[in-house]
């Protein structure tokens, strides 16, 4: 069966950066505008932020590691030396105001709240969530793309693999990225939470997660921040919302948002309704 299931799932495309700055389309303005919104929202669990060492951060998130691992077959040493290398052990300020640990950033399926940092570009967009527990989870569907599909195909102990693979399928730029997640894994012995299993568990686990994939394929965003489905024409601006974030989710220009509400700038307050859909 699952060899039917994945005949189904299109080749990979491989992305590649530049390794030059680009523009972004929000402005610095709005992106601070927008950062202070979140940090605020957040400042209570900004107060009391405790920082790890990579000791601790690796026992305070390896239960959820291989939770992950035990339901989709990424290995929880990969996730854990991601998030140990991704948000330097908890301490990055996406780790600490938008519980990011992963790096991973808004996609044009992304429903939730943002945060801006420069990354390849100025003002890259990243995702916001809820509790660090969301990252993880998220970390895992994020994956579930066909163009990481391929992985899902290795045994979930095979770190190395996955390392490998990751950097083939376009998650990271660095050249040197599969060595450099390999050396943490190897460093605080984290494949000692990587669990082997047998053929057939390994089948039906391949055909439950590449038909999820399978499944994902052209299938339609969902706003869930708004809990409406995107064709609907109001939305009700949230905190934390910006304009840039909100055309983005709708799949239009800021410039077409702003004609289509009567907007002289891209100022926004909580509560207030826009028509998203021309």
Not at 67 to 90: D, K, R
């Amino acid at each position: 069966m699952r060899k039917i299931i994945y005949l189904f799932i299109a080749v990979a495309c491989f992305s590649s950066c530049s390794a030059r700055k680009k523009t972004s389309t929000v402005s610095n303005r709005d992106a601070r505008r927008n950062n202070n919104s979140i940090q605020n929202a957040n400042k209570d669990a900004v107060a009391n932020y405790k920082s790890y060492t990579s000791l601790e951060y690796i026992e305070r998130f390896k239960a959820i590691a291989i939770q992950e691992m035990n339901q989709y077959g990424i290995p929880a040493s990969i996730t854990l030396g991601q998030g140990l290398f991704e948000s330097g052990a908890g301490s990055s300020d996406l780790a600490k105001y938008a519980n990011n640990h992963f790096g991973i950033k808004c996609t044009s399926d992304w429903a939730g709240k943002s945060y801006y940092k420069d990354d390849d570009n100025v003002n890259d967009c990243f995702r916001v969530y809820d509790n660090p527990e969301d990252s993880f989870r998220d970390h895992s569907n994020f994956l579930k793309r066909k163009n990481y599909a391929k992985l899902f195909e290795l045994d979930k102990d095979d770190y190395k693999g996955w390392a490998y693979g990751l950097k083939k399928a376009g998650y990271a730029t660095n050249p040197n990225y599969p060595q450099l997640l390999i050396n943490i894994i190897e460093k605080y012995n984290l494949a000692q939470y990587d669990r082997p299993e047998g053929e057939i568990a390994k089948i039906k686990r391949e055909d439950r997660v590449l038909t999820q994939i399978n499944n994902n394929i052209n299938k339609p965003a969902q706003d869930t921040l708004s809990k409406t489905p995107p064709d609907d024409k109001i939305y009700t601006v949230k905190q934390g919302d910006t304009l840039y974030n909100i055309s983005k989710r709708f799949g239009i220009t800021v410039d077409d948002l702003r004609a289509l509400n009567s907007m002289n700038d891209n100022s926004i307050k909580i509560g207030q309704k826009l028509v998203v859909v021309k």
